[in-house]
């Protein structure tokens, strides 16, 4: 990058600030996929958050002239983006995510799952139209899934664990800031183990689904996530094998098991080909997300103990 001082002399706005960052995030050849998907929208978040601007700023905030402090921030913050190779998120502390802000740091991973997509639409066709009664949330990360539920389902009550109590405490911050500490409840669980039994009309889980060998191709922007958010060992499918096995015993007489399994939509298939699976299909997202009814995850674990 060249110097500052000249920078922050002649990039006065947002505007300017987002078009030059985003050449200099373009030569560097990073990674996107925590948040945005190009340099353009990387460059943009970054001058935002230096602004003290979100991404509801109108085109008169984006071209008034900023204080030089700000400007100095934004092409810091472009300049750690590029030599650090850490997602915007981390930088600023803050992802945006279902139109919510949410504080993330390297507890957690940033928030990206596309079950979203599933709460905007209320889990439609799937839930009908009815409310859920109880929620649980598996692996619950930064909380962002758990709190998109309880907004989604205001009668409902929700679970949310994880195994992390790091990522737990991220995800207690995430709670006040929405003002939802009484309608969701955070547990340390293993999965299921240590789970108090309950029958939950949703499950939701979105868990650590990366085999081995991928984690050593993922780009560096990953290495900043958490191992533990990420990494599973089976070839990526250790976890999902855990839920499957229990969850039949915490779903409702009527309830849905909802898991992301991204990139392991394939090996999902092969390892369990007589589970009938309903693959979500998606308008923004990539898909690797199946959804399965309690009754027909309880019949295939009756038929076939092996698991």
Known sequence: ???????????????????????????????????????????????????GLDYTADETSLSCELPEAARRKAIELIGRRVTERKPAAYLTGIAHYGGLKFLVDERVLVPRSSIL???????????????????????????????LCARAF?????????????????????????????RVRLLRADVFEGLPRAAYDLIISNPPYVGSEEMGTLPEEYRHEP????????????????????????LSQDGLLV??????????????PDLPLTWVEFER????????SAQDLGDWRRRDKKI
């Open 285 to 292: 997202s990539e898909g690797g997300v199946f959804i399965i």
């Open 1 to 51: 990058m060249s110097d500052i001082g000249k920078q922050v002399r002649e990039l006065r706005s947002v505007q300017d600030l987002a078009a030059w960052g985003a050449g200099e995030l373009e030569r560097a050849n990073l990674h996107y996929g925590h948040g945005t998907d190009n340099a353009e929208d990387e460059a943009l978040q970054l001058a935002l958050f230096a602004a």
């Open 154 to 182: 205001p009668h409902a009550r929700v679970d949310a664990t994880d195994v992390s109590e790091s990522a737990l405490e991220v995800a207690a911050a995430n709670l006040r800031l929405h003002g939802l500490t009484d």
């Open 227 to 250: 191992a533990i958010g990420l990494e599973a060992p089976e070839a990526g499918l250790a976890i999902v094998r855990r839920i499957l096995e229990r969850a039949p015993d915490y």
């Open 259 to 272: 898991v992301e399994v991204g990139n392991s939509e394939g090996p999902t298939y092969e390892r369990w």
């Open 117 to 147: 997509e599933l709460i905007e639409a209320g889990f439609h066709p799937w839930l009908a139209g009815q409310e859920p009664d109880r929620m649980l949330d598996l692996c619950t990360g930064s909380g962002c899934l758990a709190i």
